[in-house]
């Protein structure tokens, strides 16, 4: 079944059961971060119950006067709600698939307390005995979250430079279902009996039994960011996500070794992605991330300096040759912290120094994929 839902802020605060104090933090952290999008799962709330009705006293009438027989009260078990915690996608670099994690799941302890109608003494020296009902502890359950990373790394067989078809994997991700259960309560009695004031009744306490309470599984699909060669251009991919466009274009293409000018070669390249991105309609925005190797730059300060110089470089060329105005267009250096494939090799390399122009939509509107398990 797909689910995805967002539940009430309050259903991430500390609950307090039996003394215990729980939240998901990383949920409530993820929130107030502008880098990654929540969604709340639901709670499974089971509202107080009296699962076992109270006993009234009783008055026994003898030849030598009343008897009071102490009643018990009844077998209440609290409010409980088992958090389903929460979906977090985060935010990645253009042509990357983001890292997910789905919150670990909690169902609070409780305690119905002892019940019991006191021993008591009759007339003649003879007693009514004691029953004692034991009282009820459960212990909170819980479950770990799951993650998983960030990939930007192409599938190992793309690796390589060149005109492939690259995509990006990353795999499911699943959280077990977590439930928690109560031994039953029996059910005491003491006989009828007769004493030297007369027959008093049989009285007891009634047992009970506490239903289990389940918190849904949930799982996250994995995912794959397949690319196509961008038509008319030799060194450019481009993949759709999410209503996303991407455009990732090799840097050797764009640039000369170590320098962040545009060569004359890079017009080819950029006005086939200007062309695309005019079909994408008004009201887009772009982001332009520049991409380096781990070799050390002789002229910058520090790839991420070259990193985003060349970004720059894209950026004023996109705003001198597209209708999307300049306060539209942004630009992030990322430097060699995002590899595309390994840094072992030149192959390798060449596939890490590269341009990512990320194209989204006005109306775009994140979309997180969640299957939850019936319970």
């Not at 466009?245 to 640039?255: A, R």
């Amino acid at each position: 079944m797909m689910f995805a839902t967002t539940s009430p802020r309050h259903r991430a605060a500390t609950l307090s059961l039996a003394g215990v104090l729980t939240k998901f933090d990383v949920c409530e952290e993820a929130e107030h971060s502008d880098t990654a999008t929540v969604t709340w799962l639901e709670d499974e709330v089971f509202p107080e119950d009296e699962t076992a009705e109270a006993v009234p006293p009783q008055t026994v009438e003898t030849d030598k006067g009343d008897i009071e027989i102490p009643g018990a009260p009844a077998a209440v078990v609290p409010e409980r709600v088992g958090q389903g915690g929460c979906v977090i996608e985060y935010d990645a670099p253009g042509g990357c698939l983001p890292s997910v994690e789905i919150s670990g799941s909690y169902i609070p302890g409780y305690t119905v307390p002892e019940r019991q109608i006191p021993a008591g003494e009759l007339s003649g020296g003879d007693t009514h005995e004691a029953l004692v009902q034991e009282p009820m502890t459960v212990e909170a359950v819980e479950t770990e979250g799951v993650r998983a990373d960030e990939k930007c790394q192409l599938d190992e067989d793309d690796a390589v430079a060149g005109r492939v078809v690259p995509a990006v994997s990353r795999e499911t991700i699943t959280r077990k279902t977590l439930s928690q259960g109560a031994e039953p309560r029996r059910t005491l009695t003491e006989s009828a009996s007769n004493t030297d004031a007369g027959r008093i009744p049989g009285y007891g306490l009634n047992g009970y039994s506490v239903a289990g309470l389940s918190v849904s599984g949930a799982s996250m699909p994995g995912e794959t960011l397949s690319g196509k060669i961008l038509e008319g251009t030799d060194g450019t991919d481009t993949a759709e996500r999410d209503g996303e466009v991407y455009f990732t274009t090799e840097g050797d293409v764009l640039f000369d070794s170590d320098a962040h000018e545009l060569r004359s070669g890079a017009e080819t390249e950029l006005s086939a992605i200007a062309e695309e991105i005019a079909e994408q309609g008004e009201g887009v925005s772009i982001t332009v991330e520049g991409h380096t190797d781990n070799l050390a730059t002789s002229v910058y300060d520090d790839n991420q300096d070259l990193a985003e110089q060349r970004a720059e470089a894209v950026v004023d060329w996109l705003v001198s040759n597209t209708d999307v105005p300049e306060s539209a267009i942004t630009a992030e250096g990322l430097g060699e912290d995002y590899p595309r494939a390994s840094n072992d090799t030149d192959e390798g390399r060449q596939l890490n120094r590269r341009v990512v122009i990320t194209v989204t939509p006005a109306d775009h509107e994140p979309k997180t994929d969640i299957d939850v398990e019936d319970n």
